[in-house]
């Protein structure tokens, strides 16, 4: 196994994201990763891109055997911190709240509205941590709940590959595994929300807590319930519309990644500063 020291980590980037990306890093390394919160969603796969060197984990583990709610969110952001990630890109599948946001839109969000009911959302939950001690009261900040780089360097990345992405707006994360009702649906779209989505939290707040890093593409596979005419949104056009965009979002994933600050200074590295979480080292 790499030395995974401070000096010398194994990964410094990461990619939560569906399968089939880590086939193209070059040099893959499989690895099992263990974590004070339990089995992360899959093996972590190590490569490069751009000299960058780069963490994957399909976030519903390999052949998609996890609904969104059964997602061990907290061992998938530790397990890659533990790696030395610091920068995270989170790729997603989300519906469409306006008719201008139609299947293939690339929504690079910045703001988050959570709307799940039960999930492990927070590293500070007062509990006993894995070690037995007490845990610190830690607040962090989530006025801003993305990475400003990593936004503008996904941006960058798209209009880059003639794909002009939506600069901003509000990802709406439910619990699922059901999709929204038309009523709920055209309830987030009076309410200003752009597309909806149901893995987006706790991903974002957990890589918050922990400083890292952290960027949603949310990549639109369908117009929602409340927007579209048909009969529903379907778990099979959602594949299909994803397949059909994988590769151009692989493309701008990896430009993304090459293009990520080497040393950090914005809101997401600063989130813990002068805070004592208690939290076991990495
Ligand atoms: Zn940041």
Same mark, same amino acid.
């Given at each position: 196994m790499t030395d995974r020291t401070a000096a010398h980590p194994? @990964?410094?980037?990461?990619? +939560? *994201? ?19 919160y339990g089995q992360p969603s899959d093996s972590v796969f ?8 780069? @963490? ?14 059964? +997602? ?19 790729? $997603? ?8 946001? #139609?299947? *293939? ?41 993305? $990475? ?20 901003? #707006? ?7 595994p059901r999709f929204s009702t038309r009523a709920e649906s ?10 909806? #989505?149901?893995? #987006? ?10 400083? +890292? ?70």
């Amino acid at each position: 196994m790499t030395d995974r020291t401070a000096a010398h980590p194994a @990964a410094e980037l990461g990619v +939560i *994201g569906g399968s089939g990306l880590y086939a193209l890093l070059d040099d893959v390394t499989e690895v099992s990763v263990q974590t004070p919160y339990g089995q992360p969603s899959d093996s972590v796969f190590l490569g490069e891109v751009a000299g960058r060197r780069v @963490a994957f984990l399909p976030r519903h583990g390999r052949g998609h055997s996890l609904p969104p709610h059964r +997602i061990n969110y907290r061992a998938n952001l530790w397990a890659l911190r533990s790696l030395g990630v610091r920068q995270v890109l989170g790729p $997603c599948a989300v519906g469409g709240l306006r008719r201008e946001f #139609g299947p *293939g839109t690339l929504v690079v969000p910045d703001q988050l509205v959570d709307r799940t009911a039960a999930r492990v959302q927070t590293f500070y939950d007062g509990l006993p941590l894995p070690d037995g001690s007490l845990p610190e009261v830690v607040h962090v900040s989530m006025a801003d709940p993305y $990475c400003p780089e990593g936004r503008a360097a996904a941006l960058a990345a798209a209009r880059d590959h003639a794909w002009e992405p939506v600069d901003g #707006g509000t990802l709406v994360v439910i619990e699922g595994p059901r999709f929204s009702t038309r009523a709920e649906s055209r309830w987030f779209t009076a309410n200003g929300w752009s597309v909806v #989505g149901m893995t #987006g939290h706790p991903e974002a707040v957990l890589a918050r807590e922990l400083a +890292i890093c952290y960027t949603s593409l949310a990549l639109v596979t369908d117009l929602d319930a409340g927007v579209g005419t048909g009969e529903g949104v379907t778990h099979a056009e959602v594949l299909k519309e994803f397949a059909r965009n994988v590769d151009r979002l692989r493309t701008v994933l990896f430009k993304a990644l090459e293009s990520l600050p080497a040393t950090r200074d914005c809101v997401c590295s600063h989130a813990l500063d002068g805070v004592a979480t208690g939290l076991p080292p990495a």
